[in-house]
C-alpha cells in the first residue's frame, strides 16, 4: 500500500554537494515521521537524520553541522541536503517512514530502495 521513491544520489567530490529526496505514495493514512539510514560495505546500516511529523529532528553526531533533513507535508516528501561531503559519507543512503497506511491500526517501518552516494577523494 506504501511506496518510499528516493532520488538525487551520485559521485561528488569531497567537499561537495547532494541533495536525496525521498517521496511516499500510496494508500497513506498518516506519517508518524521519516527519516534517511545509511549503509556502507561491511558496515552496519546506521541513522543518519530523522524528522517527525511536529518538525522535530535528530541527526547523527557526524553530520549534525553538514546535513539538513527538511520536508514538505503536502507532498510527503522529505529531503537530506548534504553539504561539506567526505569520503566518510560514501555509502547506500535509505529512505525511512514510519507511516500508517489505510486499513491499519498500527505505524510501521517502510524502506526505499536505496541510492548511492560516493564521495570521492
Known amino acids: 500500500q506504501v511506496q518510499l521513491v528516493e532520488s538525487g544520489g551520485g559521485l561528488v567530490q569531497a567537499g561537495g554537494s547532494l541533495r536525496l529526496s525521498c517521496a511516499a505514495s500510496?494508500?497513506?493514512?498518516?506519517?508518524?515521521?521519516m527519516g534517511w539510514y545509511r549503509q556502507a560495505p561491511g558496515k552496519q546500516r546506521e541513522l543518519v537524520a530523522e524528522v517527525a511529523t511536529s518538525g522535530l529532528t535528530n541527526y547523527a553526531d557526524s553530520v549534525k553541522d553538514r546535513f539538513t533533513i527538511s520536508k514538505d507535508n503536502a507532498k510527503n516528501t522529505v529531503y537530506l541536503q548534504m553539504n561539506s561531503l567526505k569520503p566518510e559519507d560514501t555509502a547506500v543512503y535509505y529512505c525511512n517512514g514510519k507511516i500508517r497506511a489505510a486499513g491499519r491500526s498500527q505505524y510501521q517501518d517502510y524502506w526505499g530502495q536505496g541510492t548511492q552516494v560516493t564521495v570521492s577523494s
Open positions: 500510496g494508500r497513506i493514512s498518516s506519517i508518524n515521521a
